[in-house]
């Protein structure tokens, strides 16, 4: 057990076995002298703790701290009431505050019990109530705020972690706060409580016990109750005191002592109307002018002190700022800030930055953040950081979607205005500006807000601005997934599946396949828009035939034929009888043929007039899917399909390739066409 445990352990029990057994006067004047330094070390702690999350114990520390001060007054009770002599400590309190006097001593105990109930116990109750509710209210806003300065690239995963665990930090501390303060203020009134039992008992235990007379009993137990209750009330008040303090801390940049002076005595022109005031005070008022005049000549002159600093320091300050800008001068340009390219960026006109800009309502932060989370969930990959940037260059309405800081993609918004869509069956066309949709290039039209529930009754789809940009950046994405893939990410990917799967990586890598082998498959698996999310049965598959092969491109077919029921989920949902498109035999034959292996991985060669004859095949059968409204798909033998992909990536991009042991069995397909030259 660690000695901080033990401690607190022991701290703890003496509280419990001072309620129950009875203690000695010595040993009370020890327990109540360590009660006292205990709540002088949490007062000063918590005035001088830069934040309140330095004390992030201090609920847990009022219970304790209350609980310890009750089993010492009800000890001292004891011996009040059973010996009349609770030791040197309470009665020297009792005598020295009250000056022997019991009725000058109960009107101190009194105040000194109003002054802690009263002010600050209910001012600091009421400051913790608010602060929680208010803490609790603002967590969804920090947190969009640290997702927002995510994105933007203004703080790094790790401060985003650790920003996201301080907010839920102060949270948990405000609301314990809030129920908290409820010990002090009970301490308070219990403190009164057992001082009003004490001088009743002990004038009924002198009477009944010791033979004394009403009066001399009343004298006897109210100076030791009003010494019992000082001391017991006098720590109480200290630590009501560190509670106000903590709850009302606002700073995280310097000690309250700093704040107090800096704040207090920084500005020259108050100093000097105080100075003034009380020095005339006390020439021309008849109160003491030895007091005042003091008072105010030190405040002039602290006051001419600071006007001068002030002063130097601006002078110094001009000077830093002059010598900074011949330093940047003189000093060779440091370009290797210059090198770094960013994976995604998004740039844009200034007429788009109020969709981007918080404090004007707009929330394509907010959408950049979903994008990432749609992306992650349905193909398994971590999106880059992606930086949003204005550019004056650039049209007001135009944005440029940029992979690796090349241009890719464009597209022009219009902020104000709506774009209405005709999915086929519009009742009746309304007039607007002429457009096209930046993802897939589809007719619209840009239409009034006052236009947008008419068109809507009338069946067209109307989007608003921000959801075209991050439509159009999502698609970019996606399709530019696989080279966004590094070896580092596909690095982090195996790490997360190592905590709970350890021997099947242990055997995968580097034993097997390499991170490069395996960014290859994952690459080829999202270029045609493959989850990667089971990695699991990634890993799993390129396990069992790694050993035979280390042809990437095999071994990717061999993962799609494990991912078989994700594939036919994603382009056969449902088990619904599919339309599709099949390859000839004797192409698949023909490319088989033409397959070249060489040390760089395998080729197709074949006649470029065969090839595109083929094409147009492709595209003949491809058409028919297209005019029955089905996705573009053929269906091809295993061992030919990434080969045909191949073939056809360049002409058709959406064109959907699968193998028969892709599909599983309980899908129905009909063939609607075969692809022949």
Known sequence: MKKADFAIGIYILAAIVFLIVPMNSTLLD??????????????FNALFSQEVLNMSTFPTI???????????????????????????????????????DPVVGMIVFIILVIVQFLVINKGSERVSEVTARFTLDAMPGKQMAIDADLNTGAITDQQAKERREKIQEESAFFGSMDGATKYVKGDATAGLIITVINIVGGVVMGMTRSGLTATDALSKYAILTIGDGLVSQIPSLMISLATGILVTKVSKEADIGDLLVTQLFSIPKVLYMVGGSMVFLGLFTPLPW????PYGSAFLATAQVIKRRTKIKEVEAEAGVEETSAEEIRRPENVTSLLHVDAIELEFGYGIIPLADVNQGGDLLDRVVM????????????????????????????YVIKIKGIPVSDGEILFDHYM???????????????????????????????????????GYTVVDPPSIIATHLTQVISSHLDELLTR?????????????????ITELVPKLLGVGEIQKVLQNLLREGISILDLITIFETLADYAPTTRDTDVLTEYVRQSLKRAISNKYFPGGEMTSVVTLDPKIEQEIMGSVKQTEQGAYLAIDPDRTQRIMKSVESEVGKLENLGKNPVIVTSPIVRMYFKRLTKDYFQDLIVVSYNEIESNVELQSVGMVTA
């Open 30 to 43: 020890v327990m109540l002298a360590l009660n006292i330094s205990i709540a002088m070390i949490i007062l």
């Open 62 to 100: 009022l219970l304790f701290t209350t609980t310890f001060r009750i089993a010492l007054n009800v000890s001292s009770t004891k011996l009040i009431l059973t010996t009349g002599d609770p030791g040197n400590v309470v009665t020297q309190f009792g005598n020295f505050v009250g000056r022997g």
């Open 290 to 293: 030895y007091i005042f005049v």
């Open 371 to 398: 994008i990432r989370r749609q992306i992650a969930l349905e193909l398994g990959c971590v999106v880059p950081t992606i930086r949003l940037r204005d550019n004056i260059q650039l049209n007001p309405n135009q």
């Open 420 to 458: 209405a869509m005709n999915p086929g069956y519009v009742e009746e066309e309304i007039t607007g500006i002429p457009t096209f949709e930046p993802s897939y290039h589809l007719p619209a039209i840009w239409i009034t807000e006052g236009q947008r529930e008419r068109a809507e009754s009338y």
């Open 488 to 504: 580092q990410d596909v690095q982090n990917l195996i790490n997360n599946v190592q905590d709970s799967n350890q021997t099947l």
